[in-house]
Each structure stands twice: as C-alpha cells, then as structure tokens.
C-alpha cells in the first residue's frame, strides 16, 4: 500500500503588504479518486430447512450461512482542494471591485460579477427507508397451534416445522378464496382487496423463508485516492486485493484478484529561458490579479487481474500554469461575466 502525507502550508506574510485592503483567493489542486464497487450477498440458513423438500417440496433450501463478493466496477473522479501554495491576492486599490470577485468558502476563485450559485442540499433519506432495513422476519405471523408446536419435547423442531407448513397453506388457500370470490366477507373495494392480498403475500413469504433460507444483498464501496504535489511526484502505483470469499483483503491472501492502480502524471510544459533574462513587452498588456489556471493532467489505468478494466485522463490543477487575465478586460462600461472551474481553476465562459 502507499502512504500519502500531505502537508499543508500557512500564507507566508511576504503575500500581505502593510496598510492595504486585500482579498485573497487560491488556484485548486485536484485529488484522484477511485470508487470500487461490489456486491456483498448473504446466505441465511432457513430454521427448518431440513424439512423443506419433505413438507414442502423446496429442493434447493440454504442449509448453512455463507457471505460471498462480487467485484462490479470502479469509477474514478476528481475533487477539488485548496492549495496553499499558491495564493493570489487582490488590493481594494487596484481598481478591482471587491463585490464583483466570487470566491467560495473555501477560498477557491468561482467567479466574476455573477451572482453566487445557489448550494444543492442533497435530500437524506426518509423515514420509510430507515424502518425498512429491519428485516420483518424479526416478529412472524405464527398461530397459536405453530407456538405450542414448539414446547412438544425432543421432536419440537419437526412439529413446529409441521405446523408452519400448514399455516403456509391456509395462507395459500385464502388467497386463492379471495381471488376467485369465494369468501363471505370480501374485501369491500379493489384497494382494500390489493391490501390484504398484499399482507397474505408477505406473511407467506416470511414463513417460506423459515424452510428456504434468505439472501440479502448489499451495494459496497471502497474509497482510495491521491493528492499528489511537488514537481517530482510523477506516479501513483498502488495494489490491492479482491476475494469472493472476503471481499477487499490484503497481500497475504493468496486466493485474492490483484487490483493495480497506475497513475501517471503530467506536469505542463514551461518554456525556459536558457538562463537568459526575459525582455520586458512594452507593447505587453497589464495584467489584473484575477487569476485562472491551465491545468496539467494524469492517465489512471486500474487493471484486474492485470486486465485493463478503467481508463481515464483527468486534470490536475496543482501541476499547472497561473495566468492572469489582461487588466483592459475588466475596463468599459461593460464588464465581464467569468465563470471559473472550481475543480481546475480554468476559465468556462467569459461574457459581456
């Protein structure tokens, strides 16, 4: 496994000038995420599954708990932190109108005169789903000839298994009764009817899975990610390892799929000088402090079982190039409207 450390920085006072009004924002570094997903299914043994063929015909009744896993995919994305090396600030005596800059609570550069997005709340989960993950097995519809069934000594488990079968076929003959209209006092109207059909299926059905067993499955995920910076960190290579009988595992397990994790990347390209002093343009445009970036980028390649099975090229803002915006852009009657990328830092549009 790699271990990545991260260290984050505090603005250096070189940044702040004495006496002045300033605004500072910073440029976006970019973390690479990965998102496994699998399939975790439990196998409950049913309580009188040994007598599932006998009293009700059932063939293929689980007889001993089991968890196995099943690796469905991975999915990989970015996300975008502050870098705190590199700042930028803006001077309320540069001209710059401070109510016109959008920067978001995290100090990332999200605009210029436009309003503030509004924030999306995510709706949490009702009531309905919280009830719902407890299995309703918990309290069952049993008589009271299935409960006696059970204080009978020695043979208890058989006969109760006995007269939970018949109760599963009284279920069943009621059901066919309302169906064909043969019960005396049916359901008045159609909705009422579907409600008792309904409660009669799921009684049988909790009763049923006494004999067969019950599998549950669940979605799972595994997070694992890198925040690389520095101008010498070119790789990200990680393993790790898959099993249907544990799911993620480590090295040790020999039976386990290997997962290999290559992360290349690339830094932007910087002319250099030579050594040589670059000569000022004097035909060169001022520049503003409003500062967006050109993002590098990375190749991640996840292989299972080194069969490639994702590829991506994705920005990475911190192994790019700061440039500032030309000063006679926010000049005019008119001014811009400039939507900046939070997770690279990159111009998206620029309006008048």
């Known amino acids: 496994m790699v271990l990545l450390t991260i260290a984050l920085t505090n ?40 007598f599932a063929e006998e009293l009700l015909g059932i063939k293929d009744a689980i007889k001993e708990d089991k968890t196995t896993y099943t690796f469905k995919g ?28 959008n920067i978001n609570e995290r100090g990332l550069l999200v605009g210029y005169n436009l309003p503030p997005e509004p924030k999306e709340h995510k709706k949490g989960p009702e009531k309905e789903a919280e009830w719902s993950r407890i299995s309703p097995t918990k309290v069952l519809p049993y008589t009271e000839e299935i409960v006696d069934a059970g204080n009978t000594g020695a043979k208890s488990l058989r006969a109760q ?3 939970v079968a018949k109760q ?8 066919m009764y309302l169906l064909n209209g043969e019960v005396e006092h049916a359901p008045a109207d159609g909705q009422a009817m579907e409600l008792v059909l309904k409660e009669l299926k799921r009684q049988e059905k909790q009763l049923v899975e006494l004999f067969t067993g019950k599998v549950t499955k669940e979605i799972k995920h595994k997070h694992v990610g890198s925040c690389p910076s520095g101008d010498n960190f070119k790789f990200w290579n990680e393993m790790l390892y898959f099993s249907t009988e544990n799911g993620f595992t480590g090295a040790d397990n020999v039976d386990a799929d290997k997962i290999k ?14 050594g040589k002093k670059a000569k000022k343009d004097k035909n060169a445009p001022e520049l503003s402090p409003i500062v967006y970036n050109l993002p590098g980028s990375a190749q991640a390649l996840v292989y299972y079982n080194d069969e490639l099975i994702q590829s991506k090229v994705v920005p990475m803002a911190q192994f790019g190039i700061d440039v500032a915006l030309p000063k006679e852009l926010f ?18 549009s620029i309006t008048k």
């Open 261 to 274: 994790i290559n992360v290349e990347f690339v830094h932007q390209l910087i002319k250099k000088d030579n």
């Open 161 to 163: 298994a006995q007269a």
């Open 74 to 101: 991975v999915e990989i994305t970015t996300h975008a932190q502050v870098d705190l090396n590199r700042p930028h600030v803006i001077y309320a005596e540069n001209g710059m109108p401070w109510q016109l800059v």
């Open 168 to 175: 599963i076929f009284r279920i069943r003959e009621t059901r």
């Open 11 to 50: 603005l250096n006072d070189n940044y702040h000038a004495a006496g002045k009004s300033e605004m500072v924002y910073y440029s976006p570094k970019t973390s690479v995420r990965l998102d496994f997903t699998y399939e975790e299914r439990r196998e409950e043994a049913g309580e009188f599954a040994a």
């Open 331 to 348: 000049t005019g009657a008119e001014l811009p409207k400039i939507k900046f990328s939070e997770k690279t830092g990159g111009v998206i």
